[in-house]
């Protein structure tokens, strides 16, 4: 748990709760030691709901990270207990759950969902066949929903070209997603920044929220 954040969810102070494990096996994990779903949990929910419950006037809300947070199946009932108490709700997807999502979101109030790349890059990043299609479906039922969200992608140039990051960035618009943050992947070894002050111009006239993120 992060017991306080201003940067997870836009415009409110907020504590963050981890959930352990997750199916996809990204390169530049930024929580590579929260994968093993099998791995015991740091902090019991019981422990972690009594914290929240001291801070209620204090916080506006709770973001539900990872791991990826869609692969528990308490989930659902956590939010509840959460919003019982008072709080907003907030949840960090990679989307590769997308009916549970779609369930999930009238209990949320802002998403934060990772769109990793077009969906036949998909396979190669996440080392897991088909998760594109989920991913890219998850798109779909968050802006289905109208929920306040924002899509964001870790890259460097060694994961696809800058052309194709300008698809992507594309495709997103197209979609009718509004707020992206491009995120520099800084894992040891990955190719130098590509993109050029002209090209960071073009990306961001696509949104009416851009945001470029050093990690």
């Given at each position: 748990m992060?017991?306080?954040?201003?940067?997870?969810?836009p415009g409110r102070l907020a504590a963050v709760l981890y959930c352990q494990g997750c199916p996809w096996r990204c390169g530049y994990c930024h929580n590579p030691e929260l994968l093993d779903a099998?791995?015991?949990g740091a902090l019991p929910w019981a422990q972690a709901l009594a914290f929240l419950h001291k801070r209620r006037g204090l916080l506006d809300g709770v973001v539900f990270s990872g791991g990826e947070p869609t692969l528990q199946a308490g989930l659902g009932a956590a939010l509840n207990a959460v919003r019982s108490?008072?709080?907003q709700t907030a949840l960090h997807?990679?989307?590769?759950?997308?009916?549970?999502?779609?369930?999930l979101l009238p209990q949320l109030d802002w998403v934060g969902l990772d769109i990793k790349a077009l969906p036949q890059r998909y396979d190669a990043i996440t080392a897991t066949p088909g998760s594109g299609a989920r991913a890219w479906a998850a798109l779909d039922a968050v802006l289905a929903h109208g929920i306040d969200h924002e899509c964001r992608t870790t890259w460097h140039a060694g994961l696809f070209s800058v052309d194709e990051l300008l698809n992507l960035?594309?495709?997103?618009?197209a979609r009718g997603v509004r707020r992206w943050a491009l995120q520099e992947c800084s894992t040891p070894g990955a190719p130098a920044w590509a993109l050029t002050g002209a090209h960071q111009q073009q990306l961001a006239a696509l949104f009416s929220?851009?945001?470029l993120r050093r990690m």
């Open positions: 992060t017991p306080l954040t201003t940067i997870d969810f099998t791995a015991a108490l008072g709080l997807t990679g989307g590769m759950y997308p009916e549970r999502l779609a369930a960035a594309q495709a997103l618009a929220g851009f945001t």
